[in-house]
Structure formats: C-alpha cells, structure tokens
C-alpha cells in the first residue's frame, strides 16, 4: 500500500468517527430531532387538504353523461299527485305492525316492566368473531307486543361486526317475554337490551 | 437511559396528537350526569374528547338540527315541527338513556312536606299566592320557573300546570292554564337552587337528580300525589322505579344515525351495564333492561 492510500484510509476512518462521535455525543438531541421529523411528517400527510377538483371539468363529465342518457318514460306511466316516492325504508316501516309505532315506555307509563320467560336462549359466537379476536357490547332496542311477541328488533349504537348483530337480532326475535302490565292490562313497550360477548 | 428517554419521548410527543371532539349540548337535568358520563368515557377512550354543553333541552335539539352538535340531550319526548325537521337532514337516533322524576321544591325551613297535583297548579298559576292556603306558615309564596328552552318546564306546564295527569278531559279544561306574571325565571337548577337558598319562601322544580344530589342540603323536595287523596309520595330512585312516584320522566339522548362512530361509541357506552351502573349512581334511574352476556364456549 503507497503512501497516499493509506492516507486516503485514514482520511475516510475519520470521517465515519466523527460521525460515530457525534451521534455519541448528541444521542438524546439526535433521537428528539428524528422523532420530530417523523412526527411532522405524519401530521403533514394527515392535515394535507384534498384537493378541490376543478368544477369546469365537473361540468363537463356531467354534460358528458347526461348527453348519452335518454330517458323513456314508461308504457304505464300515470299522474302523480306530486309526492315523492317511498323509499325501501318507508316502504319497509309502512308494513310494519301498526303496534310498533304506539310503543310506550314502560316506567313513564307506570306499566311493569316486561320479564324474559326465555333466558337461555342467548345469541351465540359467530366462527368469524370467535376466530378475529371480537369482544365488546351492544345495545338491541326490542319492541315487545302485548302478546310478550318481539315485534321488532335492531342494532343500535356501535356495530361489532363478524355477524354478531345478525346473530343476537335473530335470537332475540324469537325470544317470549311476560308483557308489561299497565291497569291491569297489557300493553305494546320498546326496552333496550346491552349484549356483552366475551372470550375465555 | 438516554436510549429509555428518547422512546418515552417519542411515546409522549406521539400520544400528543389532537383528539377527537364529541359535542353534547341539551338538558340542563342532564348536564351534570353527561359530564360526569363523558369523563368516565374518556378514562376508556383516551383519543376522544366530550365537551358537554347545557342551554336546555330546545337549544340541544336546535343545535342538532343546524349540524352544530353531535348529540342533543333532552328531558321530553321531540315534537312533531323538531321531529320533522331532523327527519329531513337523514335517519334519527332517540335512545331513552335513564329515567328521572320532577321534584317540586321549597327552603329546607319551609314547613310544608307535601303537595298534591292540583294544589301545585293552582301556586304556580297564582290562584293560591299564600302558603297559609296549603297548610304552611302566613308568608307570600315566590314562584320559580326555568326558561321557555327547558324540557323540564316543557312536562310540568303540560302534565301539572294544565293538569294532564289528571286525565284528558282535566287537561282540555286547563289547556290555557298559565303560570302567575310575577313568576321569577331562571336559566337553569343551580340558578334556581341559590334563589331558593336566599328566598325562604320560594317554590320551584327541577329534575329529582339535580335535587337530591347536585343540591342537596340547598333544598327540600316535596312529597307529591296526583289526588289528595292518595298516599303522598317522596321522590326517590326507588319510588320513580315501582311507580309510585308520578311525576316522571325519560331522558334522551338523541342524534343523526349516519353520525361518526365516536358518537355511536358513546351511545352503546350510556346504554351498556356500566354506563347504566354510572347513571344509577348520579341518582337516576337505568333504562336499559340488565345486561346479557354471551360467553365463547
């Protein structure tokens, strides 16, 4: 080895310990100024605004789309009165049982409330809950006939997911309470149900 | 050491990001109870913040409407103009949280323990203007009231002012019944509360909640009957949940369905075993039936 290149060496040795050093030196500094930079990094990309799309080129899309629909009316097409059509959700709660809609509360009515004559039959794990680990809570408002028939079950509040709503809604409807009992008769109610699942 | 304190570090100035805001504005019956509620959620939920406004329950369900809001509280039911209004902006969400009763209440010195429904009516429309009228010390009785954006003003003008729990054709007689003009208002309980403290011969109500616990000691509430015939009531969780005590209530929590899942996070919070165990112990009483577990076998 010349002279030169041992010079070269020692040259790029210095330069990897001074490096080496200053890192030694300044570790808590070095380590702030990282996780600064990460940080504001992550809060550039997340405050990053979208980007308003141009609305010309909207308008154009639109014209575009709208040349190329041809609207047919229908052979039967009749005269409305105006009103707007149902949705399927209209149309689904127009069929419901008239009774769901006149539910009472059975505390501020002074009614009993109703008492599940079936406490065994529980909702059960879905494989797909039971395998991804899901636990937690949920709320099912239940429409109870003075029959003590479930009229009406839904999911309210936050959603577990894996099937598990689909799971306590079916159980819970066909659930058999003793009606709440206002004045000695029995009344239509709507009560609220917390189902907490758990895994060993 | 060092290496321990730049994780820490890191940690810390992670964790410092900003946090969700769930805004609740309404019932100043529940205004206590939601705070109380919103701190023991955020022990569970450390992103998200509650923020918990009170005005009554009107300028709750106005503030949901206009989108100003994530959740409207309200001590009465949503009428028919409101429930139009929020139908309009998507699909609602009205869950009856807890129960409360109305307590009619007095100075602690005042010698009067109980009242029957149209007695009440008859003070607080100024047909009775004297305690002396009701058994009570020769001394001029001061009506209290809340302002027109309460939903606890809002039950007692329909079912005692104008005597609805009286039966239908009671409350189409007194539907005009209107309170005394020399009536004090107030904007919310603890208002109340302190008139009540510094005037011994004043009488007004407020939720049983705010009475028997946000108040106590400033005080007296009132054991109540519809007929004054029948057995005099104390208001009481336990006389609210075999109903013997008449002047109850449910409380809502109301809000739009397509809401973000904090609030639906919140809402199944309010409704479970432990948020009903924590509405229980601010002295009112659960909603929800007991709690079903399903365990994995």
Redesign the interface.
Known sequence: MTETEVQTVQIQRTTKQKIHRFIERYRLETGIALSTLIQALVIFFWYTPAFEYDNLDNLVEEVAFIDSVSIQEPADAQLDDGDFELTDKEKVEKKEDPRIASASDPIVSGATSPVDLTPNLKPEYTPEAKSAGITGTLTLEMIISETGEVLRVRSVGKKLGSGLEEAAISTFRRKKFSPSILQGKAITVKVLVPVRFTLN | M??S??IL??IV??NC?PKEVITITGSETMHGMAEYLGNEFEKENSKIKVQVFGGGSLEGITKLISGETNIALSSRDLQEKELASLSKKG?L?K??IA?DGVAIVVHPSNPIAKLDLKSISNIFQGKIQNWKQVGGLDKPIQVIVRNDKSGTLSYFTDHILKQKDLGIKEFEKNKNNDYISSAKTVSDNNDMADFIAKNPNAIGFMGMGSANLENKGKLKALSYAIQPSDPFIEPSIEN??N?KY?M???LYMIYRADSH?KV??F??FL???VG?ELILKRGY?R???P???????
């Open positions: 060092k290496q304190l730049i570090l890191t100035l992670f990001g699909d969400e869950l009856t129960y609210v949940y109903r008449r109850s209530r449910a899942e639906d996070a809402s199944s409704t479970s075993e009903q009483l909603a929800s039936l709690e079903v577990e399903v365990k994995a076998e």
